[in-house]
């Protein structure tokens, strides 16, 4: 099955979402992994329109989606009694279309949770289970994303509940001028491929055999050596998780193995609280950088080869020419995606920004080649 239309998705949701590109990259990561993935940040970021696209996705697939308060009760995630049940004594709740036989949630406020909900939501998001009337029923569920306003407090009893989440990502509104102008312009009427159900099994497979090379192995040590030397102390088991979403990400970058440049987004797994977050992703990115360099000789050939195809295209103006140039272009775009999206993670490196500035204007001159035909 082509690994095509999964770029064709985050080609998509690229376009839809403005500043977004870290987060839908990290979503798609979620679901080829099998992970859960945290949002934290203020409302009006896309939050929510961004998890919705969960539903949108894979289809056919069973989503679910709901708003915590403090006052939430069971059977708002987990289904009503059954009042025939009940009335032997029986208290087995009706759990069709809930959350227990969903493929894909959202829960939105997740940290409103209370006690009368909890247990059931953590035994369901870390052992995919749901235990109703005591009967163990094994739930579909493949990924959930969770969103906050802000972080747990200590003593509120959701460290446990934060934990579960292998991916966590902090959502701010757009800070680009330019692009904040773009989404002011933008009508939001993308249209989003899909995946049905049996091709996103097949790729989670493919993902699972992503070659990971001893020197990652040795890599991921380092990485916690150095770790541990700043008292950040992530479990045997968040390491153990994180392969999947390595693995992952070099599916989704097109590889078929596992490099540095992969474990950047490590960043967001390995922390503990708050506080470590810069510490954490400073150990990566210095462990990690050795590939920025291999990344950008990646980059840098196959987009000049989209400027000289471009080039030859305009030049011969046959009737396909307009359509080949349009063809070059989103191809471009998608490289530029990339690096824009490197250049984030990795601010303090010089040759990523020159490297983004050069395709900006080159895709500039493209786009008007293309509405000049």
Request: charge should be negative; include cysteine; proline fraction near 3%.
């Amino acid at each position: 099955m082509s690994h095509q239309k999964l770029q064709h998705i985050k080609q998509a949701l690229n376009a839809k979402f403005f500043d977004r590109t870290a987060e839908i990259d990290a979503l798609l990561t979620a679901i080829l992994a099998k992970q859960h993935i945290l949002f934290i940040g203020p409302a009006g970021t896309g939050k929510s329109a961004l998890s919705a696209m969960l539903g949108e996705i894979v289809k056919p697939s069973t989503y679910f989606q709901h708003l915590l308060t403090p006052f939430s009760t069971p059977e708002e995630l987990f289904g009503v009694l059954s009042l025939k049940d009940l009335e032997q004594g029986i208290y087995k709740r009706n759990v069709e279309g809930m959350l227990p036989q969903a493929h894909f949630a959202f829960i939105d406020e997740i940290f409103k949770a209370n006690s009368a909900i909890l247990n059931s939501l953590l035994t369901l998001i870390n052992e995919r289970v749901y235990y109703n009337n005591g009967v163990p029923v094994m739930s579909p569920l493949l990924t959930l994303v969770g969103s906050s306003n802000e972080y747990i407090e200590e003593g509120e009893g959701l460290e446990a509940l934060f934990d579960r989440f292998l991916l966590r990502y902090e959502v701010d509104y757009i800070q680009d001028e330019q692009t904040f102008i773009a989404m002011l312009q933008s009508d939001g009427e993308v249209a989003i491929p899909t995946l049905t159900m049996q091709e996103l099994i097949f790729h989670q497979q493919v993902c699972e055999r992503v070659v990971i090379p001893t020197a990652i192995y040795e890599t991921l040590g380092k990485i916690r050596q150095q770790l541990l030397d700043e008292g950040i102390r992530p479990s045997d088991r968040r390491f153990k998780q994180a392969l999947s979403i390595i693995r992952a990400q070099a599916y989704l970058n097109g590889c078929s193995e596992v490099t540095k440049a992969h474990l950047l987004i490590l960043e967001h797994a390995l922390w503990e609280t708050v506080e470590q977050q810069q510490t954490t992703a400073a150990i990566i990115h210095r462990i990690a950088n050795d590939d920025i360099e291999a990344f950008i000789q990646r980059i840098t050939p196959e987009f000049e080869e989209i400027l000289l195809k471009s080039q030859n295209a305009a030049v011969q103006k046959s009737p396909t020419s307009r359509k080949e140039l349009s063809d070059l272009l989103v191809q471009g775009k998608a490289l530029f995606l990339e690096v824009q999206a490197m250049n984030r993670q990795q601010p303090d490196r010089e040759e990523l920004r020159h490297l983004k500035d050069h395709m900006h204007q080159r895709l500039l001159h493209m786009t008007s080649l293309v509405i000049g035909f």
